[in-house]
């Protein structure tokens, strides 16, 4: 069973009959969807993506990266990108991923997308979406909603109530205090988004030594050899295949390619359970499948 644990749900660049094509011709046989936060955005050149995965190796570089991704946050909270305005939506798509489960429930799962700033209803809106067949888990983006980590409590602490998994998209300082919700809420399992974007290194190291700290291998905010470095220190039973589908990555015909990250977990070497595990086991168990 190969499940990508990190797509986007993002019918503007990928509707769902396309993607399920998609799909079955790489052999992925289920996807994890995320509902959208943002209007499509326009190809990141590789160089910058470069670049920035090369500041955020080193403490110093971070804040440098810090800096730039500042910069591209409107005093209201959208980004701008090339003179042009990309909204950043407060209350992400949770409608159209709900409707995709319940046309595929064979081949998606949900992640229940929330958002805690500005929102005293967040646990309600958790209430309601997790009564849908298919929400798995918990999606959180403290990096673009821009909140320090801590205003997560109440989420977290509901969380480890229910047993949910959660998937963090972590933000730079204090909106990514990946020790805090790790040590306050050892019940809750954490996958942090793009092999723990923006730390790397940093996470993995202290990921070895806790048991609810894991990382997902999407995206191209990262590259194969960070991919393998956050294998090789917090081991396969911690990573997740994933894509960031369909962000990144693009086939000739500038369309998503679902082979490429498939292949980076194929090539690295590890035996073939861990493989396994890194390809959906460790996602199931995650999930209480
Ligand atoms: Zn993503």
Redesign the pocket.
């Known amino acids: 069973m190969i499940i990508d644990s990190?797509a986007?749900f993002e019918p503007r660049m990928l509707e769902l009959d396309p993607m399920l094509a998609k799909m079955d011709q790489a052999g992925v046989d289920r996807v994890a969807l995320?509902p959208a936060m943002n209007d499509t955005l326009p190809h990141t050149p590789e160089k910058l993506l470069a670049l920035m995965r090369t500041l955020m190796q080193r403490a110093p570089g971070r804040a440098v990266a810090e800096a730039i991704h500042r910069a591209l946050l409107t005093p209201e909270g959208n980004l701008r990108l090339q003179g042009d305005i990309y909204e950043i939506y407060a209350r992400p798509d949770n409608d159209s991923v709900a409707a995709a489960l319940r046309a595929h429930p064979d081949r998606f799962y949900g992640w229940m997308f929330l958002n805690p700033r500005n929102n005293p209803k967040v646990l309600d809106e958790l209430e309601e979406l997790r009564s849908i067949p298919g929400m798995v888990g918990i999606k959180l983006h403290p990096h673009w909603h821009d909140y320090r980590t801590e205003l997560l409590n109440p989420i977290m602490r509901r969380a480890q109530d229910l047993g949910l998994p959660v998937l963090i998209?972590l933000g730079f300082r204090k909106r990514g205090a990946f020790k805090d919700l790790c040590e306050k809420f050892p019940g809750v399992n954490i996958i942090s988004?793009?092999a723990g974007f923006p730390f790397y290194q940093d996470l993995w190291k202290y990921g070895r030594t806790v048991h609810n700290l894991y990382v997902d291998l999407?995206?191209p905010y990262i590259d194969e050899a960070l991919a393998r470095g956050a294998v090789e220190v917090m081991g396969a039973e911690k990573c997740l295949y994933g894509t960031?589908s369909p962000?990144g990555f693009h086939d000739g015909e500038d369309t998503y390619d679902y082979g490429a990250i498939k292949g980076w977990v194929e090539r690295m070497p590890v035996s073939s359970k861990e493989q396994a595990r890194m390809f959906g086991g460790n996602f199931l168990g995650l999930i209480n499948a």
């Open positions: 990190h986007h995320i998209h988004a793009h999407s995206s960031d962000y």
